[in-house]
């Protein structure tokens, strides 16, 4: 079942390897991450945006532990197998590779791909990391946010729906 799923690497240096085989066959890589806890239509399209503009899509997903750090618990709602393999299923993502620090800085600079794509929600000299990004002559892309699409948002409706 595998050869339906795109990578999920068993760490940096496994993606790093991939990541230099993409450069070597002059693919333009791109980056981009999040929790993406409880997939929903904005993730897709978002993921969508990101991969229209390379030819590879590299997702860094957040560890369990950095997402209860970042969003507080119950979360995540499901745990790191589940998202990567939700993730690896999707047809604009190419490989997905695992973080557990809060924010990707290291994962970044270790995979220093062509292009980091973040949503419009963010600017850009907020980011720390687009300033990585641009030390190697990377680019910083600001896809379209979506409101009305959000993780938490969804999870309050249903919790309001069933109380």
Known sequence: M???FAHIFAGVEQARTWREEQRAAGRRVVFTNGCFDVLHAGHVMYL??????????I???????????LKGAPRPINPYEDRAHVLAGLRSVDGVVRFDELTPE???????????????QYREEDLPEAEIVRAYGGEVLLAPHLDGHSTSEILRRGAERTS
């Open 59 to 69: 997702v860094g997903l957040n560890g369990d532990e950095s997402v209860r750090a």
């Open 2 to 4: 595998s050869e339906f």
């Open 106 to 120: 290291r994962l970044i600079e270790a995979l220093k791909p062509d292009a980091i794509v973040k949503s419009a």
């Open 48 to 57: 969508a945006w990101a991969r229209k503009h390379g030819d590879a899509l």
